[in-house]
T-cell receptor
């Protein structure tokens, strides 16, 4: 069963912040975050492995609440280059590194 | 530079025809994956392989077949049994250990004509 992402779409002005959520009904071992530009391959942003872990990548960071099986991606002071579709991919323990992806969140940053 | 190469970029298939999508990686990754992406949707797993000569079905394997004869190569065949093959196909690879994300190829867009 695929994780649920919210919101489905968000429109921002440059410099504004956004949060994208990913929730699973199954116990998770890790959560990945990817960004995909239209017609291109998804690009890996970060992986979170431990409950409560928080990681950062430039002005993009994420948290993982293992108990709630939830992860959130935080985009701070958004830039035009942040536009794209963001996917979370979830991995269950013992799943041989298979990822199940959410349906994506389309982020548009306007000047 | 290391990476994953998918070919062709665009492919057109006639009804009843089998087609093969190529995926080659020079990252020395053990694991390789095929995903299908439909417009406005997430990625769905077709097949994956953890080691040479071994592969497993994913969530939507019906109508597809794969082989893993070499570590670098993981071709996907879309057979005539796949009734709705028009989609964007993505190949990915990863290390078998944790802490690494997937590296994706640039994709093949398959259209039935």
């Amino acid at each position: 069963q695929q994780p649920v992402q919210s919101p489905q779409a968000v429109i921002l002005r440059e410099g504004e912040d956004a949060v994208i959520n990913c929730s699973s009904s199954k116990a998770l071992y890790s959560v990945h975050w990817y960004r995909q530009k239209h017609g291109e391959a998804p690009v890996f942003l970060m992986i979170l492995l431990k409950g409560g872990e928080q990681k950062g990548h430039e002005k993009i960071s994420a948290s993982f609440n293992e108990k709630k099986q939830q992860s959130s991606l935080y985009l701070t002071a958004s830039q035009l280059s942040y536009s794209g579709t963001y996917f979370c991919g979830t991995e269950q323990r013992g799943s041989a590194r298979q990822l199940t992806f959410g349906s994506g969140t389309q982020l548009t940053v306007l000047p | 530079d290391g990476g994953i190469t998918q070919s062709p970029k665009y492919l057109f298939r006639k009804e009843g025809q089998n087609v093969t999508l190529s995926c080659e990686q020079n990252l020395n990754h053990d694991a390789m994956y095929w995903y299908r992406q439909d417009p406005g949707q997430g990625l769905r797993l077709i097949y994956y392989s953890q080691i040479v000569n071994d592969f497993q079905k994913g969530d939507i394997a019906e109508g597809y077949s794969v082989s893993r004869e070499k570590k670098e190569s993981f071709p996907l065949t879309v057979t005539s049994a796949q009734k709705n093959p028009t989609a964007f196909y993505l190949c990915a690879s990863s290390e078998r250990t944790v802490n690494y994300g997937y590296t994706f190829g640039s994709g093949t867009r398959l259209t039935v004509v």
